[in-house]
């Protein structure tokens, strides 16, 4: 999806290092996926590339109504550019595809799913080559699906306490889907994914780990781990 903005001014700044002169440029713009905005590169209408070095958010609201979020920002551009060319000229960067707004949406079940060394740190048995599937339903069921290439899937049913069960929904919610969700740029992958079904009969899926933190301590598989722990559950 694009956001289009514009640069609506300039302000010259001096540097603390060299006394040289650079510029930043306040921009604001509104975002349908509220999500965390790593913004790599501007385009204009021409396809030409312009990329922001550094940026800060000086204000964020969110509209009741229309569910957009308003977003200003201070942005700098590569090597301290003087991009005065491009003040009120269209502009637009990518919002990330993977988003999904999960506010108003409830979770009936999680499906995740983990493949060969990405699972090595949640079971005793270091084995590869094999997929381990986790499906957590709203009603306190989990179940394990032990699945080895060539052999008929082992699956373990364990039920728990709803409220552990409650807890993880929301916490993935969170991970997953508000606004300050983002994609750390050294996770992902296909080996792990996380499936949501929820009530509205939509579905999403998402590759990789997602955090809410610039400690990047809440990953998602790290919120799956924690439930296994609570709940005593070994894999």
Not at 170 to 178: C, F, I, Q, V
Request: with cysteine.
């Amino acid at each position: 999806m694009k956001t289009y903005l514009t640069l609506e001014k300039s302000i010259s700044h001096k540097s603390n290092y060299d006394g040289s002169i650079y510029k930043s440029y306040v921009t604001s713009f509104f975002s349908y996926t509220k999500s965390h905005h790593t913004i790599n590169d501007f385009y204009d209408e021409e396809g030409n590339v312009y990329i922001p070095e550094v940026y800060s958010f000086c204000e964020k609201k969110v509209d009741p109504d229309t569910n957009e979020m308003f977003v200003r920002a201070d942005v700098e551009f590569e090597d301290g550019l003087d991009m005065d060319f491009l003040l009120h000229k269209p502009l637009y960067f990518n919002e990330p595809e993977w988003f999904h707004d999960l506010t108003n949406e409830k979770i009936n079940k999680i499906v995740c799913s983990y493949s060969d060394w990405d699972i090595l740190n949640l079971i005793d048995n270091k084995t590869s080559n094999k997929t381990i599937n986790i499906v957590i339903f709203d009603d306190g069921m989990i179940q394990i699906e032990d699945i080895k290439e060539n052999q008929n899937p082992l699956i373990s049913t364990y039920q728990i306490n709803k409220t552990y069960i409650q807890q993880f929904f929301k916490a993935m919610k969170l991970n997953l889907g508000s606004e300050t969700t983002y994609e750390p740029s050294y996770v992902g992958g296909w080996s792990r994914s996380f499936t949501l079904y929820c009530e509205s009969g939509n579905v999403f899926e998402y590759h990789g780990n997602y955090c809410t933190d610039s400690n990047e301590d809440s990953l998602t598989t790290n919120i799956v781990g924690e439930l296994l722990t609570k709940c005593q559950i070994v894999i």
